[in-house]
């Protein structure tokens, strides 16, 4: 599977972006695709995820409420609506897909090591 992100930039802080990933070769093998993101100095943290077939979605706890993702199907392509931004939003943005796991609970997918596949991460940047 390959990761094509797109869509970051910089914004004022309470401002908006949509993020997009669009995957492409082996798709069919796709359970989860989710965010991640990691600040200078950071560890890198999960953001968000959704199944590809059901759409179940799950968050942080730092982004729920603000973010939103999403999946085309037909595009093999998931977005990640940011609003409301915060200048702690600031951070290079990752997104990976996961395939079905032993426990495939989408809550499990907020950990790194159950994603095989990762895009090449694009800057975001929320100044105050």
């Known amino acids: 599977v390959q990761l094509q992100a797109s869509g970051g930039g910089l914004v004022q802080a309470g401002g908006s972006l949509r993020l997009s990933c669009a995957a492409s070769g082996d798709t069919f093998s796709i359970y989860v695709m989710g965010w991640f993101r990691q600040a200078p100095g950071k560890e890198r943290e999960f953001v968000a995820a959704i199944s590809w077939s059901g759409g179940s979605t799950y968050y942080a706890d730092s982004v729920k409420g603000r973010f939103t993702i999403s999946r085309d199907n037909a595009k093999n392509t998931n977005y990640l609506q940011m609003n409301s931004l915060k200048p702690e939003d600031t951070a290079v943005y990752y997104c990976?897909?996961?395939?079905?796991?032993?426990?495939?609970?989408?809550?499990?997918?907020?950990?790194?090591?159950?994603?095989?596949?990762w895009g090449q991460g694009t800057q975001v940047t929320v100044s105050s």
């Open positions: 990976a897909t996961g395939p079905v796991r032993p426990n495939p609970d989408i809550l499990s997918y907020t950990n790194e090591r159950e994603y095989d596949y």
